[in-house]
Antibody
Framework: EVQLLESGGGSVQPGGSLTLSCAAP????????MSWVRQAPGKGLEWVLG????????YSADSVKGRFTISRDNSKNTLYLQMNSLRAEDTAVYYC???????????????????WGQGTVVTVSS | DIQMTQSPSSLSASVGDRVTITCRAS??????LNWYQQKPGKAPNLLIY???SLQSGVPSRFSGSGSGTDFTLTISSLQPEDFATYYC??????????FGGGTKVEIK
């Protein structure tokens, strides 16, 4: 059974740092791309970072570029999100999401998030 | 960046009603369009991918159509468990897949 189990959320002051983890048992983790998607309170969904199955390629939204980093340890079946220079507008529920494929080449198929974690709350406030 | 616009932003409907939600892309995205359902306090759940393919385990009352810039999610007969917020997402520029603003389906 596919499971995505986020941890590491909490409260942090503006300018601070936080690292989120997403443990992913139940499937061949290294075969699938993964993403972090966030949702600010009362707002919609925002994709923030993605990483290929091998970990060789990473992608980020402009809103977090240079501040957030996505990584993965395929030997531990775990996805990470390192968040630095946090701002109040980064306050959100952060979801890890499993992609349908290991890569992002649209010429060979379709990408979609077929499994999501339960989410972890990050609050940035002084 | 590709912008996704959903309409309406909310609607009220009764059990048994046919419900249609529209999603429009700011440029052609072929069939690279996904639909998700989200209930309060829960993670999103995939309903439809590639514009019209039903995800395994999703009831057949859900269907998707469209290509290019205009897409539709239809619930043929609304059930009590369908009251939720629905999001479209383009995957043409994957992994930077933009979501629509959401459509909240409420009980009339």
């Amino acid at each position: 059974e596919v499971q995505l189990l986020e941890s590491g959320g909490g409260s942090v002051q503006p300018g601070g740092s936080l690292t989120l983890s997403c443990a992913a048992p139940g499937f061949t983790f290294s075969s699938y791309a993964m993403s972090w998607v966030r949702q600010a309170p009362g707002k919609g969904l925002e994709w923030v970072l993605g990483i290929s199955g091998s970990g060789s390629r990473t992608y980020s939204a402009d809103s977090v570029k240079g501040r957030f980093t996505i990584s993965r340890d395929n030997s531990k079946n775990t996805l990470y999100l390192q968040m630095n220079s946090l701002r109040a507008e980064d306050t959100a529920v952060y979801y890890c999401a499993k992609d349908s494929r290991g890569h992002y080449d649209i010429l060979t198929g379709y990408n979609y998030f077929d499994y999501w974690g339960q989410g972890t709350v990050v609050t940035v406030s002084s | 960046d590709i912008q996704m616009t959903q309409s309406p932003s909310s609607l009220s409907a009764s059990v048994g009603d046919r419900v249609t939600i529209t999603c429009r892309a700011s440029q052609s995205i072929s069939s690279y369009l996904n639909w998700y359902q989200q209930k309060p306090g829960k993670a999103p759940n995939l309903l439809i991918y590639a514009a019209s393919s039903l995800q395994s385990g999703v009831p057949s009352r859900f269907s998707g159509s469209g290509s290019g810039t205009d897409f539709t999610l239809t619930i043929s007969s609304l059930q009590p468990e369908d009251f939720a917020t629905y999001y479209c997402q383009q995957s043409y520029s994957t992994p930077r897949g933009t979501f629509g603003g959401g459509t909240k389906v409420e009980i009339k």
